[in-house]
């Protein structure tokens, strides 16, 4: 609340107090805060859906969601921006921030694995991981420095394949938009991200998808300006409602 008049002061002042007590105390109902949450691309639709969970529940409590690779969130946690909670697409970017001793001990919440995904109709045929290598067929990856970049490689190690892509995306999202536009024939994403499309594209599953699972944690961030409020919006993740909201949307239990 901002007093236009200095001479409110004084009347304001012990509620003025009051509020603040709450806010710096915890207060139980967590109300008050603005919750920032950093949390990995292919979490945007379920997490926008638990944002507006946790709102209900915590009256004047908002949540605003930074969503992208987790690789380039976890280096800007490092690198100071502000955030309450993170959640990752893999234990190897929570260790980017755990690391510097930004965030505290981070759980497992959900796992994701690979589909390929084709545009409706698959226009290029596409039945399998092999059908990726050829020359012909022009396909999007994730940089493999991101979750589902890293995730594809051991995939496609574990069939001995190598494929030439036509891009390398930065995030799930952008590479699955890749596919929607019918820009490339196919793409390596994430099944939760081919639910997601609505029809927009259709997934092939393929075994070596089992060798490249992704484990996602979540973690609060140390010092997280949001505090109680920050440790609800977790415990919400994690909790059984938190659960089937994302394993409606196709990811794994871990």
């Given amino acids: 609340m901002v007093f236009r008049r200095m001479s409110l002061w004084a009347l304001v002042l012990p509620v003025a107090l009051v509020l603040a007590g709450c806010g710096s105390g915890g207060s139980a109902s967590g109300e008050g805060k603005e919750v920032t949450v950093f949390a990995a691309a292919s979490l945007t639709g379920t997490f926008t859906e638990l944002g507006k969970v946790f709102e209900a529940a915590h009256p004047g409590t908002s949540v605003r969601f930074n969503f992208g690779s987790s690789a380039t969130l976890a ?11 993170f959640a990752a697409a893999s234990p ?9 001793s930004l965030a505290g001990s981070p759980a497992t919440f959900v796992r994701n694995k690979l589909q390929i995904a084709v ?6 045929h596409i039945g399998e991981l092999k059908d990726l290598t050829d020359p012909k067929v022009k396909v999007a990856l994730c940089a493999e420095q991101v979750p589902c970049g890293a995730a ?10 190598q494929i030439r892509p036509v891009t390398l995306e930065q995030d799930v999202k952008a590479t699955l938009t890749k596919v929607e536009l019918g820009e ?5 994403v994430y099944k939760t991200d ?6 927009k594209v259709s997934g092939i599953a393929f075994p070596e998808a089992d060798q490249a699972v992704n484990d996602y944690p979540i973690a609060t961030i140390a010092k997280a300006p949001a505090g109680d409020a920050a440790r609800r ?9 938190g659960k089937n909201v994302l394993t409606k949307a196709g990811f794994e239990a871990p």
Avoid: E, H, R, W
């Fill in 194 to 199: 081919v639910i997601a499309s609505a029809g």
């Fill in 92 to 100: 190897a970017t929570m260790k980017t921030v755990t690391d510097a």
């Fill in 184 to 188: 490339v024939d196919a793409a390596l």
């Fill in 75 to 85: 280096q800007q946690i490092v690198q100071g921006a502000p955030a309450d909670v």
């Fill in 152 to 161: 594809a490689a051991k995939a496609l190690d574990a069939a001995g394949l």
């Fill in 119 to 124: 545009p409706a109709g698959n226009p290029a």
């Fill in 233 to 241: 919006f977790v415990d919400l993740v994690l909790s059984q409602q």
